[in-house]
């Protein structure tokens, strides 16, 4: 069926340093991918989503790449901050004509200063 | 701003109540979901819902049903609450594919079946 496989489920990365979040996806016709930041206690919000037309997207520190040939796509952070520190969702748009989407398992970044 | 509200923060119920979970937008979204969130298991589909009146089961609908009588109002429903749907339920809505845009989620409902 429809999955998305997210890893890592913990990373901890100095402050300063780079953070690298992973997903895969199992259905080629998937064709948006969001990524979601939770942080303790409050909803998911929407930091950054890509569209199957694009390879890659940035916004300031936070960058996103897809490859639809191998069916992945990735979240990258740069110069992490104490305030990045949070579970992060991706997601995947599996099927054309319906809104649902299907999260990954998460991660939970830790940025040490 | 997007706001999705839910009734409870926290609800506490004892097995076998039947339960309502609330959930109500004020955008004029379409698309309406119930997930709900537990550890390591990420967010998993309950319903979801494009219209009023309409449904569609998502990935885990045993043991629960929705529904959707107006527009900016979508009900979470356990017929029969059981302790293994103790969990965070988290209510979603987003504008039609057209657009695509993400999801806005509400707070959250921590529920504890007792």
């Known amino acids: 069926g429809e999955n998305v496989e997210q890893h890592p489920s913990t990373l901890s990365v100095q402050e300063g340093d780079s953070a690298v979040i992973k997903c895969t996806y199992s259905?080629?016709?998937?064709?948006?991918f969001p990524w979601y930041k939770q942080e303790l206690g409050k909803r998911p919000q929407l930091i950054i989503d890509?569209?199957?037309?694009?390879g890659e997207k940035k916004d300031q520190r936070i960058a996103v790449t897809l490859n639809k040939t191998a069916k992945h796509f990735s979240l990258h952070i740069t110069e992490t901050q104490p305030e990045d520190s949070a579970v992060y969702f991706c997601?995947?748009?599996?099927?054309?004509?319906?809104?649902?989407?299907?999260f990954g398992t998460g991660t939970r970044l830790k940025v040490l200063a | 701003d997007v706001k999705v509200t839910q009734s409870s923060r926290y609800l506490v119920k004892r097995t076998g109540e039947k339960v309502f979970l609330e959930c109500v937008q004020d955008?004029?979204?379409?698309?309406m979901f119930w997930y709900r969130q537990d550890p390591g298991l990420g967010l998993r589909l309950i319903y979801f819902?494009?219209?009023?009146?309409?449904?569609e089961k998502g990935d885990i609908p045993e043991g629960y049903s929705v529904s959707r009588e107006k527009k900016e109002r979508f009900s979470l429903i356990l017929e029969s609450a059981s302790t293994n749907q103790t969990s965070m339920y988290l209510c979603?809505?987003?504008?039609?594919?057209?657009?695509?845009?993400?999801?806005?989620f509400g707070s959250g409902t921590r529920l504890t079946v007792v």
């Open positions: 890509i569209r199957s037309n694009v």
């Open positions: 955008m004029d979204h379409e698309n």
């Open positions: 819902s494009y219209d009023v009146k309409m449904k």
């Open positions: 979603a809505s987003s504008v039609s594919q057209g657009s695509h845009y993400g999801y806005t």
């Open positions: 997601a995947a748009s599996m099927l054309a004509g319906t809104y649902k989407y299907i």
């Open positions: 259905d080629s016709a998937s064709n948006y």
